[in-house]
């Protein structure tokens, strides 16, 4: 053999090793990708149920008004059913299959039931008072149970959950035929509400072992403990690279999973005796570590639900309901303190923003059998949606700029954890996570900053990026406080890149996995050109007390924003928190065909100044500019007789049938509580003379309100009134 030959040989050798370790290198590092694709693309949690077109758009064809009758002096005879008649309220609600059937049909109101599947079964009895849970918010080993003993989420639970369904959709289908939707129960949880809870939702450990194979793809699967966070908590304490919340959080998320597929089965068993009514449920809550509010698991097993606005909720359903077929409400309670101001803004608000309807909870309705005065100015708000307008959104389609906003459950579970620090043993007392967490202030305050800007976006969900990528339609990924990625949802947010795409993230992205587990280097750092490497500690972090930007324990009962951030002394960029203190200020890059953003700030603080009212373009350019310099503007430009966009503004548009549908509505801040309520804070009164300018000529614009016809252009002149909504249309 020649020296040119044995060199070529051995140099083959040599690629073909090299070859076959680096192939075994990505194998290894794209194992877990693989294993998490393949759990969240057969996982049953996954797969939605029956949610075709027939079944939620035919019967709830339109907006309704639906009163819980719970001080409902006025009766359920002739002038229970004129004041219905006289005051815009086209809806009703039976209770467990009973009802004044006779009165609702005779007044043509369509009704949802409440209570199908009983009370006390989803809804523990006792869950409206946490210290009935005390004795469990630290006991891993307990069972879910309420005051009337153990109820294990289990075959038992189901059989009794169907029988009650049995007797009251039978009930129901025997009297009327004006059903438009079965409520399973209300406020329903795998614990109670969201309270910390970590027990076990039913007794059958072998079924969290077998999850946790498909979970973690069968290889290094690791045993099925069963912890509290009082085993984890004291990690956080050391080097980000040495802190796992997965033994814990697991059991969270197959406890999550659980449920979902319990809450899809009963709901497909309502379909089984009544094909033709949706079904799922009323008192939804927060996106939670706790409860069971993992919404990309949860919107897939329901048909209808009626949602407190809490952590962004009714944005993040709007975002998951399919082509707006699935009917999604709001609750309403008349708050004295707030007036009927209040009551007309909702309304009209939520309206916009493509619900079909408003449950409503009736006390300080009647003084005995009469309407109390603010009825009366709250009537034309209810006689005009349900009359004139009732049927335009239904089925309409959001009409958003190519922005998505990422959610992300497991990195709502990990913000829980690292805010509940501040807290130490006192973690079981918190509550308000929906106006405390981290991840809920990052998501809220990006939903203002874009629409505050014009600009309107969607939510994704982390299984739809996993199984197919970040869709087409979007330009932009935002990635608020994702703390937790996976392998596979980091090659996917890649390729979105690589592809042409612009993705932005605020702070701590990816440097966990998708169990809770810290990593030695983030998922994304690659992408964004920054370094994690593990070592950091918490004061490496905001304040340098904490792993967060507020003390949510100091903080706890606060009033305004400002008294949150003031908890915690944290160094500020342009008036925002600068969250890693070893990485750089808004680092952009080029990847592929595409530009990242790393901006290492916090956009939490824009709340607080909203709230104070000193909000101005820059703050939001700050946040903003990697959008507009994707190309991105607003289709719709505000602006008022000063030549500035009012101030609490948004637009939002929908498409149906050629049309488009535009309203122009104040976005006030809204508050509530696990209990619903609430509504706006800080509310404007008055009207103003606003220009709308369109960055395309439109046709045939028409006020949808008054029946003005405005003709073709780009800019003209209407007429805002701040508690309401104008509404108009183009084609």
Same mark, same amino acid.
């Given at each position: 053999?020649?020296?040119?030959?044995?060199?070529?040989?051995?140099?083959?050798?040599?690629?073909?090793?090299?070859?076959?370790?680096?192939?075994?290198?990505?194998?290894?590092?794209?194992?877990?990708?693989?294993?998490?694709?393949?759990?969240?693309?057969?996982?049953?949690?996954?797969?939605?149920?029956?949610?075709?077109?027939?079944?939620?758009?035919?019967?709830?064809?339109? @907006?309704?008004?639906?009163?819980?009758?719970?001080?409902?002096?006025?009766?359920?005879?002739?002038?229970?059913?004129?004041?219905?008649?006289?005051?815009?309220?086209?809806?009703?609600?039976?209770?467990?299959?009973?009802?004044?059937?006779?009165?609702?049909?005779?007044?043509?109101?369509?009704?949802?039931?409440?209570?199908?599947?009983?009370?006390?079964? *989803?809804?523990?009895? &006792?869950?409206?008072?946490?210290?009935?849970?005390?004795?469990?918010?630290?006991?891993?080993?307990?069972?879910?149970?309420?005051?009337?003993?153990?109820?294990?989420?289990?075959?038992?639970?189901?059989?009794?959950?169907?029988?009650?369904?049995?007797?009251?959709?039978?009930?129901?289908?025997?009297?009327?035929?004006?059903?438009?939707?079965?409520?399973?129960?209300?406020?329903?949880?795998?614990?109670?509400?969201?309270?910390?809870?970590? =027990?076990?939702?039913?007794?059958?450990?072998?079924?969290?072992?077998? @999850?946790?194979?498909?979970?973690?793809?069968?290889?290094?699967?690791?045993?099925?403990?069963?912890?509290?966070?009082?085993?984890?908590?004291?990690?956080?304490?050391?080097?980000?690279?040495?802190?796992?919340?997965?033994?814990?959080?697991?059991?969270?998320?197959?406890?999550?999973?659980?449920?979902?597929?319990?809450?899809?089965?009963?709901?497909?068993?309502?379909?089984?005796?009544?094909?033709?009514?949706?079904?799922?449920?009323?008192?939804? /809550?927060?996106?939670?570590?706790?409860?069971?509010?993992?919404?990309?698991?949860?919107?897939?097993? +329901?048909?209808?639900?009626?949602?407190?606005?809490?952590?962004?909720?009714?944005?993040? %359903?709007?975002?998951?309901?399919?082509?707006?077929?699935?009917?999604?409400?709001?609750?309403?309670?008349?708050?004295?303190?707030?007036?009927?101001?209040?009551?007309?803004?909702?309304?009209?608000?939520?309206?916009?923003?493509?619900?079909?309807?408003?449950? &409503?909870? %009736?006390?300080?309705?009647?003084?005995?059998?009469?309407?109390?005065?603010?009825?009366?100015?709250?009537?034309?708000?209810?006689?005009?949606?349900?009359?004139?307008?009732?049927?335009?959104?239904?089925?309409?389609? =959001?009409?958003?700029?190519?922005?998505?906003?990422?959610?992300?459950?497991?990195?709502?579970?990990?913000?829980?954890?690292?805010?509940?620090?501040?807290?130490?043993?006192?973690?079981?007392?918190?509550?308000?996570?929906?106006?405390?967490?981290?991840?809920?202030?990052?998501?809220?305050?990006?939903?203002?900053?874009?629409?505050?800007? $014009?600009?309107?976006?969607?939510?994704?969900?982390?299984?739809?990026?996993?199984?197919?990528?970040?869709?087409?339609?979007?330009?932009?990924?935002?990635?608020?406080?994702?703390?937790?990625?996976?392998?596979?949802?980091?090659?996917? +947010?890649?390729?979105?890149?690589?592809?042409? &795409?612009?993705? %932005?993230?605020?702070?701590?992205?990816?440097?966990?996995?998708?169990?809770?587990?810290?990593?030695?280097?983030?998922?994304?750092?690659?992408?964004?050109?920054?370094?994690?490497?593990?070592?950091?500690?918490?004061?490496?972090?905001?304040? /340098?007390?904490? @792993?967060?930007?507020?003390?949510?324990?100091?903080?706890?009962?606060?009033?305004?924003?400002?008294?949150?951030?003031?908890?915690?002394?944290?160094?500020?960029?342009? $008036?925002?928190?600068?969250?890693?203190?070893?990485?750089?200020?808004?680092?952009?890059?080029?990847?592929?065909?595409?530009?990242?953003?790393?901006?290492?700030?916090?956009?939490?603080?824009?709340?607080?100044?909203?709230?104070?009212?000193?909000?101005? /373009?820059?703050?939001?350019?700050?946040?903003?500019?990697?959008?507009?310099?994707?190309?991105?503007?607003?289709?719709?430009?505000?602006?008022?007789?000063?030549?500035?966009?009012?101030?609490?503004?948004?637009?939002?548009?929908?498409?149906?049938?050629? !049309?488009?549908?535009?309203?122009?509505?104040?976005?006030?801040?809204?508050?509530?509580?696990?209990? $619903?309520?609430?509504?706006?804070?800080?509310?404007? !009164?008055?009207?103003?003379? +606003?220009?709308?300018?369109?960055?395309?000529?439109?046709?045939?614009?028409?006020?949808?309100?008054?029946?003005?016809?405005?003709?073709? &252009?780009?800019?003209?002149?209407?007429?805002?009134?701040? *508690?309401?909504?104008?509404?108009?249309?183009?084609?």
């Amino acid at each position: 053999m020649t020296d040119t030959a044995r060199n070529n040989k051995l140099r083959c050798i040599f690629h073909l090793l090299f070859g076959s370790l680096l192939l075994l290198s990505f194998s290894n590092c794209s194992e877990a990708e693989d294993g998490y694709s393949r759990y969240v693309g057969s996982a049953p949690e996954f797969k939605p149920v029956r949610q075709d077109e027939t079944l939620l758009l035919k019967r709830w064809d339109r @907006w309704h008004y639906m009163p819980w009758r719970f001080h409902w002096g006025i009766g359920t005879g002739q002038a229970g059913g004129e004041f219905c008649r006289d005051y815009g309220i086209t809806g009703a609600f039976t209770d467990s299959g009973e009802g004044p059937f006779e009165w609702i049909n005779k007044w043509d109101l369509s009704f949802y039931n409440d209570h199908t599947a009983g009370k006390g079964l *989803l809804y523990l009895y &006792g869950a409206n008072k946490g210290q009935n849970f005390v004795r469990f918010q630290r006991d891993p080993k307990a069972i879910r149970q309420g005051t009337r003993g153990p109820q294990p989420v289990d075959a038992k639970l189901k059989a009794n959950a169907e029988k009650l369904m049995r007797e009251s959709i039978g009930n129901v289908k025997k009297h009327s035929n004006r059903c438009v939707a079965y409520a399973l129960d209300d406020e329903i949880s795998w614990g109670a509400f969201v309270i910390p809870l970590c =027990w076990r939702i039913h007794e059958n450990d072998r079924d969290y072992s077998n @999850w946790l194979k498909k979970y973690y793809g069968r290889r290094n699967t690791p045993p099925a403990l069963f912890i509290s966070f009082d085993d984890v908590r004291e990690q956080m304490n050391g080097p980000l690279g040495k802190i796992d919340f997965s033994p814990f959080l697991d059991r969270m998320t197959y406890n999550d999973s659980y449920w979902a597929n319990f809450v899809g089965e009963l709901v497909s068993y309502s379909n089984s005796l009544d094909p033709n009514v949706p079904c799922g449920f009323v008192g939804g /809550q927060s996106p939670s570590l706790w409860g069971g509010y993992d919404y990309a698991k949860l919107m897939k097993k +329901i048909q209808f639900i009626e949602a407190y606005d809490l952590g962004s909720s009714q944005e993040i %359903i709007r975002s998951f309901n399919p082509d707006n077929r699935m009917p999604v409400v709001i609750a309403h309670f008349h708050k004295k303190d707030k007036g009927v101001a209040n009551d007309i803004w909702q309304t009209w608000y939520y309206f916009a923003h493509g619900n079909r309807g408003i449950i &409503g909870w %009736i006390e300080d309705w009647f003084d005995g059998k009469t309407p109390k005065p603010w009825l009366k100015q709250y009537r034309n708000t209810l006689l005009e949606i349900s009359g004139k307008h009732a049927d335009k959104i239904v089925g309409a389609k =959001w009409q958003h700029e190519g922005i998505a906003i990422y959610y992300s459950h497991p990195s709502i579970q990990v913000s829980w954890c690292l805010d509940s620090q501040a807290h130490g043993r006192t973690w079981v007392n918190r509550g308000g996570d929906f106006q405390l967490g981290t991840s809920h202030n990052v998501r809220k305050a990006w939903d203002y900053l874009l629409s505050d800007s $014009g600009l309107q976006y969607n939510y994704i969900s982390y299984d739809q990026v996993v199984k197919k990528g970040v869709p087409r339609q979007y330009k932009v990924l935002i990635l608020p406080a994702c703390y937790a990625i996976s392998d596979a949802e980091a090659a996917q +947010i890649r390729r979105f890149a690589s592809a042409g &795409g612009t993705v %932005i993230a605020d702070f701590g992205c990816g440097v966990f996995d998708q169990h809770g587990k810290a990593r030695s280097k983030g998922a994304l750092d690659s992408l964004f050109g920054v370094k994690h490497n593990g070592t950091e500690s918490q004061a490496d972090w905001f304040g /340098q007390s904490l @792993w967060v930007e507020t003390d949510q324990d100091r903080g706890f009962y606060y009033k305004k924003f400002q008294e949150l951030f003031a908890t915690v002394k944290s160094p500020l960029h342009s $008036g925002f928190a600068i969250a890693e203190h070893r990485l750089p200020v808004n680092k952009t890059r080029k990847f592929g065909r595409g530009t990242v953003h790393y901006l290492n700030l916090s956009p939490q603080r824009y709340l607080q100044y909203r709230q104070e009212g000193v909000i101005d /373009q820059a703050h939001r350019d700050l946040f903003l500019k990697p959008i507009k310099d994707a190309g991105i503007t607003s289709p719709v430009e505000l602006t008022d007789q000063s030549g500035k966009r009012p101030r609490d503004s948004e637009v939002t548009r929908w498409k149906k049938r050629g !049309k488009t549908y535009l309203f122009v509505i104040q976005n006030a801040h809204v508050t509530g509580s696990a209990l $619903g309520g609430g509504g706006a804070e800080g509310l404007r !009164k008055g009207t103003e003379q +606003i220009t709308i300018s369109f960055r395309e000529p439109v046709k045939d614009l028409r006020n949808e309100r008054t029946g003005e016809k405005l003709g073709d &252009g780009k800019q003209f002149k209407v007429e805002f009134n701040r *508690l309401e909504a104008t509404f108009l249309s183009h084609r």
